[in-house]
DNA sequence: ATTTCACTTAAGTAGAACTTATCTGAATGT
DNA sequence: ACATTCAGATAAGTTCTACTTAAGTGAAAT
């Protein structure tokens, strides 16, 4: 009836036989005969001096001190089995999570992806493209791309793009599209992903910033900004592009930017992972890689005309 | 790397060592050797595939991965090791804990502890008196006994002493007090620790009970009701009495209740455990005695006019 | 230069934990 | 009514974990 803590083995084994509520089911979960299984509990109940479970015919229940035991033996083997699996995720310096919203996974990720593994051979990336914040402990994520104006408070942040958009379409449709008044009878893409950002910089801000009123009504809606710039591609319309999605693109001249006015707010993509975590291999390498990448579209069109969309709010 | 959790020994080890922050000192909280620990460090690090400590000169300090393991293995063993006592508490029926405010225990409890002990000698009785709320499960308390009207919600309850109160003195002093208005000139002795009661239960609800008007102001107060009720044992003056803390003496003839009106209010005493732990035996065994206690006291003098202190309430 | 301190390493050992095999006793099924 | 089955208990023997003592290492303190 020792106060100190029992032998551990035998606590786990109590602690899957209650949970299983079955002897062998335990032993099955445990990789150990029923046989086992059943002295385990047996040395638990000596040490404790009274009996744990009560043997029925075909089954068996738990006394009260059984009772008393289990949630909080639940509990603790919950936490050492949740601090294992966070020391292994840190200790593997070979594998790479990483979340992003879906647009910047397709547009930007994804097509420069294979740069990066080349460069890292050793480093396996994962991915997962959700809009859904994530928590880095619970889903064992390393490193998040996180666009808007967070303030990342007691994780490591860095902003990774300056963004901006711009009126963007096919050289084709461009042709057609001598100047910004043209816009306006012309197909405009509207991207709903972003329209939480206040304020919002939307065709409305644009059309403000260039002098041009009100934007006209109507035309497709994407739920994803990445949808909304392949119907651009398609030649599909003309979409409010932003640079961290159209910079290949652009560069490869699928898309083109006649209008030089561009709209820039205070949400930016920024690289974020828990405060120290920038400091592991796989994942300092990942952010050197990502600046490296953006430091080449920061230089892009320098002198570009940007207007705040704060500036032109209704 | 394996998926499961590691050798929990090994484990224990790993959280002892990172907590002193020296092996050696790990060593000794575990009873064993400088060796030993460090082989079991050695054969966790193993299985995380990765050091869990970087070995300095003199020192030892935590890697990342150590850092990552840390607080969820403090947590998990402090989870186990509370489960353990929590069920060592259970699985022990020889000792019983209980709680009660330091009035009930001096003027109730204590005269009658002897009895129970006689009926009793294998249940060794611990008492912790004191008025704040004390947790059953933090505390590793088994019975409360709670004045007031909780309503003890996921508890177990009974209701043990249907409480009233009376003016109450000693015989001489009662000798000069024919009259409920003989009090207006008397010491009253006031007692605090029943003041959050609403309505209230004090002089002024039973001098408005008896017809008389205020009560007059002034005389000694008393943070606990014992100590009311010692001095007016000791000829102080008239204390208004509750019948749990004076039954004893109103037995003896220590204390007289020359007049009738008594106040009561919906606040009883209860006997109070963790659902389920009325079966454990010394529990049992504790409520059953209470019980027969105060069925004797619900038996006295039951004619005396109860007014509800709710309706002279202000 | 010597001592000391904290951890490591080596070799050997006690005992915990596991195995296979057999046993018990009640519910199930025909 | 009887054999079957199922869940757990027990016995005996084995493997291997966890521990011990004793010697070793290397940097810091004296």
Redesign the interface.
């Known amino acids: 009836?020792s106060?100190r803590?029992?032998p551990?083995?035998a606590?786990?084994a109590f602690e899957a036989a209650a949970r299983h509520m079955s002897f062998a089911g335990a032993a099955g979960e445990l990789n150990v005969t029923p046989a086992a299984l059943s002295f385990q509990i047996k040395s638990l109940e000596e040490h404790?001096?009274?009996p744990?479970f009560r043997r029925l015919n075909r089954a068996v229940e738990l006394t009260?001190?059984?009772?008393?035991?289990?949630?909080?033996?639940t509990?603790?083997?919950?936490?050492?089995?949740?601090?294992?699996?966070?020391?292994?995720?840190?200790?593997?310096?070979k594998t790479l999570t990483v979340t992003a919203g879906p647009a910047f996974t397709a547009k930007w990720l994804a097509p420069r992806l294979f740069g990066f593994a080349q460069a890292h051979p050793g480093i396996e990336l994962r991915f997962s493209a959700t809009l859904r914040l994530l928590d880095f402990d619970r889903d064992e994520i390393d490193v998040a791309i996180r666009f808007g104006k967070g303030d990342d408070e007691g994780l490591f942040s860095r902003t990774i793009i300056d963004e901006w958009m711009t009126p963007m379409m096919t050289p084709e449709l461009a042709r057609k599209m001598r100047t910004p008044e043209d816009l306006k009878s012309a197909v405009l893409l509207h991207q709903d992903d972003t329209a939480w950002l206040t304020p919002p910089a939307d065709w409305g801000a644009w059309f403000r910033a260039a002098g041009l009123g009100e934007a006209p009504k109507g035309g497709p809606r994407f739920s994803q900004a990445d949808h909304a710039v392949d119907a651009a591609l398609a030649g599909g319309g003309v979409v409010l592009g932003r640079l961290s999605l159209t910079y290949g693109a652009l560069q490869d001249g699928a898309l083109v930017a006649p209008f030089p006015l561009a709209l820039t707010t205070d949400a930016h993509y920024r690289f974020v992972c828990p405060e120290?975590?920038e400091?592991?291999p796989q994942v300092a390498a990942f952010l050197d890689w990502i600046l490296e990448q953006t430091a080449e579209m920061a230089d892009y069109d320098p002198d570009r005309p940007v207007i705040d969309a704060a500036d032109v709010a209704q």
């Not at 009260?64 to 033996?73: I, K, N, T, V, Y």
């Not at 083997?77 to 593997?92: M, S, T, Y």
């Open positions: 009836m106060d803590l029992p551990l083995t606590l786990r404790l001096g009274h744990l009260e001190a059984g009772r008393a035991l289990l949630p909080g033996a509990e603790g083997f919950g936490a050492l089995a949740q601090a294992w699996r966070a020391a292994r995720r840190v200790a593997d310096t120290g975590a400091s592991r």
